[in-house]
Structures are given as structure tokens and as C-alpha cells.
């Protein structure tokens, strides 16, 4: 975007083998200076995306152990239907308003197609079955291409249009910094900005940023910057026990100045729902992929292993695994058709937030099967389902779990309707 800135910020089976196996079953650019085949059928995962998914689950473990980076593998999902896709999704080929002055609201220009929902829901359970990490990466440009298509001028959704269409790669980072970004006005379209974010997922690989900031009268305003300063960002931060290849960290704005059109839609449009809470659905389709691998490995191992498969216990594991993980399915694909309707409102966004409370709870019980199921093959270094598990359960946790559950719960007391026609 520019002007928007100046540089003023031990098991008997093969670990990757049978990685890819379970995924082929189932750079820093600036903005406009970064085209897609099409998505396909949501139900069948075409040609050239099942080699892509095959490819980018056969790197995991490299990714997971800091041997690679997953920047090759995001141009890869994104030149296999991914851009196209999270372009139609966003809206970004229709909109040619100008949102900036229009009030922040839902209506039919806020929804997508059931069709493109199916597809979206697919795509990211697909990568999520192939890498986690990876899909938390692309999940966040999803979100991003969304929150543009919804606030933005027709300026920021041109530019957005032809760097997605260039496979540059979209983030959102919203998790504060010790000192938050803060915007402070220097001239009459002009801002410099002070603090940072942390947990800022895709250092290095993420060119633009959606951001948020809080503005003068404490009001949270979102941004569309460029992030591609490899100094401002600092992934020695990023020391956790899973989602290590997303290449989080910290990214400092200090003394980056931006002007007017850098502001995305009006002040508080970033917690305007379906679109924020109700926003869930994504990541958590991403969850399940990861869920479904594991269980996955877990199927294999029982089938390949002799002796196992003809025990009426594991039979029991592996027949509760598959009922978790289509549980886990029917309420996320649901929450997501629900969120993205033209007239979706807190009964939707409180199904999509029982919809992740739902998938923790049968992502859960569903790991400690496998684990059982497995025993201790499933916990040396290397085997698929090690990785998954750090990953899964690491992602699991984020973020802000008591207020979402808290946020539901009150819809479903306080609403007049009966339960089991809420939604």
C-alpha cells in the first residue's frame, strides 16, 4: 500500500510416510505488489490441491523441527485454489463501494454464497489435516480478506484483490504487546503509531497485516499496513511447545507513520458481530482437520499392527474416535452456515462459540483415546501424531476460552426461545 507507511516497525510405520498418507486421505510482499485456479467442488478435493496437500503434509515434521519454513507451502495451497477462493469469500471481486462512511452492519453484502462457505470449511479442514501450522496461517489470511471485504474502501479492496490474486499472503494480528499499538494523530490524514503485538503468526511470510489499534479517544480502530520489515519483527519470542512453524512472534510499529487510508472501516467495526466472535468457525475447521489427522494415525496404527484390530477395546476406541471427530464436524460446518447468513445475529454467534466449547471437549476425549489406542509409539519424536498433539492442544487454548463459553451460556438463559429451537 503505498504511502500508507514510511521506515519510520518409536512406532513400526515411517513418521512421514504415514503423515502424508493421513493428509492425502482425507516472504515478506507489500500489499498491491503481490491468479488462483478455482476451488472446485466443497465435497471433493481436486487434483491439483490433493498433490498440494499431499506435498505440504510430507514437510510438516521439517516445518515442526525448524528445518523448513512454510512459506513455500503457502504459495503452494494459494496457487492450488486458495487465493480464488478466499478472494470470493472476502468479496473482494463485487465490492466497488465505498464503506468507510457507510454504518458498520449486516446485510445481504455481508454474506457469502452456502456454496463458497462449504468450499472455505473444506479448504482449511484440509490444510488443517495437513499441518496445523500452516493452517493457522491461512485461516488468518482468510479472516483478513474478510475484514477487508466488509470495511474497507473501494481503494483497499482493489489493492487487497491484486495482492491476494499475486498469492501474497494476508494476517490479522489483534494480541496486544506489553505497550499496545496506539495511533497518534501528527497532521490532519496523518498518524504515527507507538507499541507492538505479539503472537503476530507468519513473521516474514505475512506482507500485510490487518491490525488493531487503539486511537486517541481509546477506541479500537483497525489498520491495513504493510508489514514486510524484517527488523521490526522478532521470533525469538515465539518459544512454545506447539504451532512453532506458524513463525509467531513479536512485531514492533514504533515510529511508523501511516496516513488516513490506512484506517479500515470506522472505529469498532473490528468487534462488530457475526463477524468477530462468530468468526470462530474458521480456525476451528482448521482444529478439525488437525483432529481428524490424529485420529487418522491412530486408525492406522490399530489396522497395520497385528493383534490390534481384533480387540473388541480398540474396536470400542476407534468407533468413539470417529464418533468425536463427526461430532466435532456436523457443529462447526453448522456454526459456519449459520455466522456467514445475511441475517445471522448473537443466536448464530452464540452456536458458533458452543460449536468450538463443543469441538474442545470431543477434540479432547478423542486425543486421549489415541493415546491409549497407541501407546507409547505415538510419543517419540518424529511420529506424526507426537506433532499433531503438541500442535493441536496448543491451538486449543487460545484464546479468551471462559469469555466465549461465559458469552454463550448467557445467550441461551437469556433468550425467550425453547431450547432445541434457538437455532
Not at 472476502?90 to 464503506?99: E, Q, V
Not at 497518534?184 to 489499534?213: E, I, M, N
Not at 445475511?342 to 478423542?366: H, I, K, P, T
Request: include cysteine; glycine fraction near 10%; aromatic fraction near 6%.
Amino acid at each position: 500500500m503505498k504511502g500508507h507507511h514510511t521506515a519510520d516497525m518409536a512406532d513400526e510405520q515411517k513418521p512421514g510416510a504415514q503423515n502424508a498418507d493421513v493428509a492425502s486421505k482425507g516472504r515478506s510482499t507489500r500489499c498491491e505488489e503481490d491468479c488462483a485456479t478455482g476451488a472446485g467442488p466443497a465435497q471433493r478435493v481436486p487434483d491439483t490441491l490433493a498433490a498440494a496437500l499431499e506435498a505440504v503434509a510430507a514437510r510438516a515434521g521439517a516445518a515442526d523441527a525448524g528445518e523448513a519454513t512454510l512459506e513455500a507451502d503457502v504459495k503452494l495451497l494459494l496457487a492450488a485454489g486458495g487465493a480464488q477462493l478466499a478472494i470470493i469469500y472476502g468479496g473482494l471481486m463485487s465490492a466497488h463501494t465505498d464503506k468507510r462512511t457507510v454504518p458498520v452492519s449486516k446485510g445481504a453484502e455481508d454474506a457469502a454464497p452456502k456454496a463458497n462457505i462449504d468450499a472455505v470449511f473444506d479448504f482449511l479442514r484440509q490444510v488443517g489435516r495437513a499441518n496445523l501450522s500452516l493452517g493457522r496461517l491461512l485461516e488468518g489470511h482468510f479472516n483478513a480478506v474478510r475484514l477487508i471485504g466488509l470495511y474497507g474502501t473501494a481503494a483497499q479492496r482493489a489493492s487487497a484483490f491484486l495482492a491476494a490474486q499475486r498469492h501474497g499472503l494476508f494476517g490479522v494480528w489483534g494480541a496486544d504487546a506489553a505497550a499496545p499499538v496506539r495511533l497518534v494523530r501528527t497532521a490532519a490524514d496523518s498518524y504515527r503509531l507507538t507499541g507492538g503485538k505479539r503472537f503476530a503468526s507468519g513473521l516474514g511470510s505475512v506482507g500485510c497485516a490487518v491490525v488493531t489499534a487503539r486511537d486517541e479517544d481509546e477506541a479500537l480502530q483497525l489498520l491495513m499496513i504493510d508489514v514486510d520489515d524484517a527488523d521490526r519483527g522478532d521470533p525469538s519470542a515465539w518459544q512454545t511447545d506447539g504451532m512453532r512453524a506458524t513463525l509467531s512472534g513479536d512485531y514492533d510499529f514504533t515510529g511508523l507513520s501511516i496516513t488516513e487510508d490506512a484506517l479500515l472501516g470506522p472505529p469498532g467495526a473490528y468487534l462488530q458481530e457475526p463477524h468477530f466472535e462468530g468468526g470462530v468457525w474458521r480456525y476451528v475447521a482448521v482444529q478439525l482437520g488437525g483432529l481428524e489427522a490424529l485420529c487418522e494415525a491412530a486408525r492406522q496404527h490399530v489396522r497395520v499392527k497385528p493383534g490390534l484390530a481384533g480387540s473388541v477395546l480398540n474396536q470400542a476406541r476407534v468407533a468413539q474416535i470417529a464418533i468425536a471427530c463427526e461430532n466435532a464436524r456436523l457443529w462447526s460446518r453448522q456454526a459456519a452456515q449459520l455466522v456467514e447468513r445475511a441475517d445471522a445475529g448473537e443466536a448464530a454467534v452464540a452456536y458458533g462459540l458452543l460449536a468450538r466449547e463443543s469441538f474442545e471437549q470431543n477434540a479432547v476425549q478423542a486425543m486421549a483415546i489415541a493415546d491409549r489406542l497407541t501407546g507409547t509409539a505415538s510419543h517419540f519424536s518424529g511420529h506424526p501424531i507426537e506433532r499433531i498433539r503438541r500442535d493441536l492442544g496448543f491451538f486449543l487454548r487460545q484464546a479468551n476460552l471462559d469469555g466465549k463459553l461465559e458469552k454463550a451460556a448467557r445467550h441461551v438463559i437469556e433468550t425467550p426461545t425453547a431450547m432445541g429451537e434457538q437455532w
